[in-house]
């Protein structure tokens, strides 16, 4: 086979554009691995500094030693407020930064309200006979004013509370009603 200068340069011609290509296509993709690699490196910071925290407060038992958070918070809201997390929170979603950092300011600026389950307790203690839970509400916005549960999430509470087994729920044809359960009884 005779291998001609025009064959022979639009050959060479190829290669060189392959390679141009090839090499193109090398660069892209070190550049968005270099990119994932610094969000790995900025995931692993993160997570080192939440089990930092995992391990300092591993030891607390009773959970109203914790620092500065609500007992009715929720769990992501109180990993984000708890000291000493370091500079890496850069990588924590926009919109989360700014939901914790409202919960935070508006639970500084007020004192601590009791639970709502305690509340209900209590008031469930005053009563020897099974009560709705309209009728508890009703009750606990008289008592306390400045609390006002939706009654959705006064059922929600009741319910939590004969799942710990600290009342019994007692159902009367379509009427749930509830009693606290007493020591010993």
Known sequence: MVVTTQSAATLRSRYVEQAASDLEENRRRQQELASRIE???QEEALLADILNLAERYEGFADASRLPEQLQDEPAVGK???APGAGGSRRT???GA???GGAAQAGAKGKS???LLGDLLTDL????DEPQPAKELRDELMAKYPDRAPTPQVVRNTLE???AKGRIR???EQRSVMYTLLRPGA
């Open 97 to 99: 930064a700014t939901a």
């Open 160 to 162: 939590s509370l004969v």
């Open 112 to 114: 601590r309200q009791p």
């Open 124 to 127: 469930l203690g005053h009563h």
């Open 92 to 94: 924590a979603p926009a």
């Open 79 to 81: 990993a984000k407020r």
């Open 39 to 41: 969000v790995l490196k």
């Open 169 to 171: 729920r007692h159902k």
